[in-house]
C-alpha cells in the first residue's frame, strides 16, 4: 500500500543517519548569557528551581512562582528502536543501526554520572524521556552489554532501567517529563502500530498505563509533568480527530487521561497535549496537512486542575505545514518548513501553535511546548541550514520551551544526536566547537527571556457537554450525581461560570476579579425550579429562571437534550452584590469588551458577564419555537 511504500504514515523516514523521532507523518525580559558550550570544561550547575511546577497563563512556573523555562533535549531509547522489518537481534535492524534494547541510549558506553555532567554543559534543565507501554511490561533482563557502562543495572528489566534513569536525573536537579511515546517497542513514526495512543490497545488500558507511571514516580518531586502521547497521526484506514466524540477523538482520550493521572496518580504533575500532527492521504488532490495545535483555537481543554495544562508540537524543516516530510512516493507539492522564508516560518508556526501562548486571557491560552526539533550535523543543505538557524531565532522571539531531538546517539550512527559516544565512552557531538549547530543553541541558550516571579492571572477555561458529562470540579464530584440522566458541567474548583452558548451546550469559567471564590465549607445547591426568584426580582419576564440562592453563584449547568435542565451553584467565601443586570444572547452576542476568554462557543451565540461580575441565573423558554436553550443570565456585581 502506497503509505507502507512511503515509509511512514505521512512520508518517509529521515535520511539515513538522522533521528528525528517521526515527525515524518508529521516589559521584563531579561538576557540569559552562558558560557560557549565548546569552551565548556566542567559542569555548568542547573539553576535551582523547587517543585512541583504549573502554569500561569503562557508560562511554566516553579513552586515559588518563578519561570522555569523547559529547556529540553530527548532522551530516547526506552520507546524502542527496531525499525519493523528484519532481525530484531541485528542492530542493522534498529534505527540508525541503534539497538536500544528498549532503554535510553548511551548506557552501554557512558556512566550515568558522566551523562548527567554532559547534559549540564549543554545548558539543559530539562529532560523528555519517552518509553512505550510494551516496556512497562517487559520482564526479561536487558542484556549486560546493554549497560557495560553502568554495570549496577545489570539483570534489571527495561522499567527497572528507566527507573534508575528518572532517578538519576532527577538527583542531579533535571525536571523530568515523562512521554509515552510508541505503543509497541518499534521506532517510530509511520503505519507501525504506533499512530494512536489506542492503535495497539484500549484507550482505557492506555489510561491506567498513565495511572501506573504516574504512581509509579509520585515520591519523586522532579517527575514534573506527563506528555501523554507522541504525533498522533493517522493510520491506514482513518485520521485522528479533535472533538468528534469518536474512538479516534484525541482531544477527548487526552482530557480524559489527563483528568485521570491528576484524580488517581499525582495531581503534582504537568500534563502536556501535543496537536494532532497529520490527517489525510498525503496526495496532491486530496485533503492532507498537520493540524498541530490549530483545533484547540475553538476546543481546548480544562483540566480538574487548573494550572496544569501545557500543550506541545514538532517542527522539522524536512516536513511541513501540508508536506508528510516524504520523497518520491507520499511526496506532495506543498512546501516544507525549510522551503519557507523567515517571515513566512513566523506567520505558520503562529497560526500551528504559537497563538496558543501569544494570545493571553483565551480559554486555549497555556505555555507552548515545542517538544521536538533537531537537524544532522552532518546537514548541508543551505536550505535545511537556514530553517535551524530561522528556527531557533523564532523560539527566542517567543520566548518558547523547547527540546532538542535527541538527546544522545552512538558515534557514526546518529548525526542528529546531540551528543554521540563511541565503544569507549568517547565523546563528540554539540560540545564540540566544530559542530556548526552549536552557534544556533548558544543564541537559544543566550536569548533574551522572562525571568524571575510571574503574576498570577486570570484563567478562563471552557466547558463543553459535546458528547458526554463534563464535571470538571471535584468537590461537585464528591457530592454525586446532582442531575441524574442530563448531561452536565461544571467548572473546575476555583473558578465561577461566566457565560454560556445559546445553542451546543458549552460554557465559560474564570476566577477574574475574585480568585477562588467558592466558600471552604460550603456545598452546593441544585435549582430546577423558580423557588429563588424574590417576588418583583422577574429579571426575564416570560421565561423560566432558575437563579441561585442569595450569597451564591453559578459554577455549572445541566441540559437534556438541548433544554436547561438545572442550574449548580455554589455558596460565596465573601458578600457578594445583589444588584445585577439581564444579559440577553438568544438574538446575537452580548460579551464584554476586550474577547475576554475568546471564542468559546465558535458558531454560537454568546453570553457573557463581565469580570467584575458573576452570574447568578439562567434564563430560558419552552414556548413554542423554543428548544429551552439558555437566552440569558443573570450577572450581578461582586462586590455590594
Known amino acids: 500500500m502506497w503509505l507502507a511504500a512511503a515509509g511512514t504514515a505521512a512520508g518517509a523516514a529521515p535520511p539515513a543517519g538522522s533521528a528525528p523521532s517521526a515527525t515524518t507523518t508529521p516589559a521584563g525580559a531579561t538576557s540569559l548569557r552562558s558560557t560557549t558550550v565548546a569552551a565548556a570544561t566542567t559542569p ?16 511554566v512556573v516553579d513552586a515559588d512562582g518563578n519561570r522555569f523555562r523547559m529547556k529540553a533535549a530527548n532522551w530516547d531509547g526506552a520507546q524502542g528502536s527496531w525499525s519493523g522489518s528484519g532481525d530484531v537481534a541485528d542492530p542493522a535492524s ?27 554543559r549543554l545548558g539543559l534543565n530539562s529532560i523528555r524521556l519517552p518509553f512505550s507501554n510494551e516496556m512497562i511490561r517487559a520482564t526479561a533482563p536487558v542484556p549486560d552489554a546493554a549497560v557495560a557502562a553502568n554495570p549496577a543495572l545489570r539483570g534489571r528489566t527495561p522499567l527497572q532501567v528507566y527507573d534508575a534513569v528518572v532517578a538519576a536525573l532527577a538527583a542531579d536537579g533535571f525536571a523530568v517529563i515523562l512521554n509515552n511515546h510508541t505503543n509497541t517497542t518499534r521506532w517510530c513514526c509511520g503505519v507501525d502500530g504506533n499512530e494512536r495512543w489506542n492503535t495497539s490497545q484500549s484507550t482505557r488500558q492506555w489510561a491506567d498505563d498513565w495511572v501506573f507511571m504516574a504512581r509509579r514516580y509520585r515520591s519523586e518531586p522532579r517527575v514534573a509533568g506527563a506528555d501523554l502521547y507522541n504525533e498522533v497521526r493517522r493510520n491506514v484506514w482513518d485520521d485522528p480527530n479533535w472533538g468528534l ?9 487526552a482530557q480524559e487521561a489527563g483528568d485521570r493521572i491528576l484524580t488517581e496518580a499525582n495531581p503534582e504533575l504537568l500534563v502536556v497535549i501535543e496537536g494532532i500532527n497529520w490527517t489525510g492521504i498525503p496526495v496532491d488532490g486530496f485533503a492532507h496537512g498537520r493540524p498541530t495545535l490549530t483545533p484547540a483555537r475553538t476546543l481546548s481543554h480544562a483540566l480538574v486542575r487548573s494550572g496544569k495544562l501545557v500543550y506541545s508540537a514538532h517542527f522539522y524543516g524536512y516536513t511541513g505545514p501540508n508536506h508528510s516530510g516524504a520523497t518520491g512516493l507520499g511526496e506532495t507539492h506543498d512546501p516544507r518548513y525549510q522551503d519557507l522564508s523567515r517571515e513566512e516560518l513566523h506567520q505558520v508556526l503562529y497560526d500551528q501553535a504559537f497563538f496558543v501562548s501569544a494570545e493571553s486571557g483565551k480559554h486555549f491560552t497555556a505555555p507552548v511546548w515545542v517538544s521536538e526539533f533537531g537537524i544532522g550535523s552532518d546537514e548541508t543543505g543551505a536550505k535545511p541550514r537556514a530553517w535551524f538557524g530561522n528556527m531557533t531565532d523564532e523560539l527566542v522571539a517567543a520566548d518558547a520551551d523547547f527540546a532538542y531531538w535527541p538527546l544522545v546517539g552512538w558515534e557514526g550512527h546518529d548525526s542528529w544526536a546531540m551528543l554521540r559516544y563511541g565503544p569507549s565512552g568517547t565523546r563528540s557531538g554539540m560540545l564540540d566547537a566544530g559542530d556548526w549547530r552549536g552557534a544556533a543553541w548558544q543564541r537559544l541558550l543566550a536569548g533574551p527571556e522572562r525571568t524571575g516571579q510571574v503574576a498570577r492571572v486570570p484563567v478562563w477555561q471552557q466547558l463543553n ?3 458526554s458529562d463534563f464535571v470538571q470540579s471535584l468537590r461537585a464530584r464528591a457530592e454525586g450525581d446532582w442531575d441524574s440522566g442530563a448531561r452536565k458541567a461544571a467548572c473546575p474548583d476555583g473558578l465561577r461560570l461566566a457565560g454560556l452558548g445559546h445553542t451546543g451546550g458549552r460554557g465559560l469559567c474564570t476566577d477574574t476579579g475574585a480568585g477562588d471564590l467558592r466558600a471552604a465549607d460550603g456545598g452546593q445547591t441544585v435549582v430546577r425550579d423558580e423557588r429563588f426568584v424574590p417576588g418583583g426580582g422577574d429579571w426575564a419576564s416570560g421565561y423560566t429562571k432558575f437563579q441561585c440562592p442569595t450569597g451564591q453563584f453559578l459554577i455549572g449547568y445541566s441540559r437534556r437534550g438541548e433544554r ?12 457578594l452584590g445583589t444588584a445585577g443586570r439581564t444579559v ?6 452580548n460579551r464584554p469588551a476586550g474577547d475576554l476568554g475568546g471564542d468559546w462557543a465558535y458558531g454560537s451565540y454568546k453570553g457573557q458577564c463581565g469580570a467584575d461580575e458573576y ?12 428548544r429551552g436553550t439558555p437566552d440569558a443570565l443573570l450577572c450581578r456585581r461582586l462586590t455590594p
Not at 98 to 115: A, F, K, W, Y
Not at 615 to 625: E, L, N, S, Y
Open 245 to 253: 466524540g469518536d474512538d479516534h477523538d484525541w482531544q477527548a482520550a
Open 465 to 467: 457537554t459535546d458528547h
Open 44 to 59: 555548568a550547575a542547573t539553576p535551582a528551581w523547587r517543585p512541583p511546577l504549573s502554569t500561569r497563563g503562557r508560562y
Open 564 to 575: 436547561v435542565s438545572a442550574a449548580l451553584c455554589a455558596p460565596s467565601r465573601t458578600a
Open 584 to 589: 440577553w444572547f438568544d438574538r446575537g452576542d
Open 94 to 120: 534498529h534505527h540508525a543501526g541503534q539497538d536500544s534494547h528498549g532503554i535510553p541510549l548511551g548506557l552501554d558506553r557512558v556512566s550515568l554520572p558522566t551523562l548527567m555532567a554532559d547534559f549540564h
Open 615 to 626: 452570574a447568578a441565573g439562567i434564563a430560558f423558554t419552552t414556548r413554542v419555537g423554543s
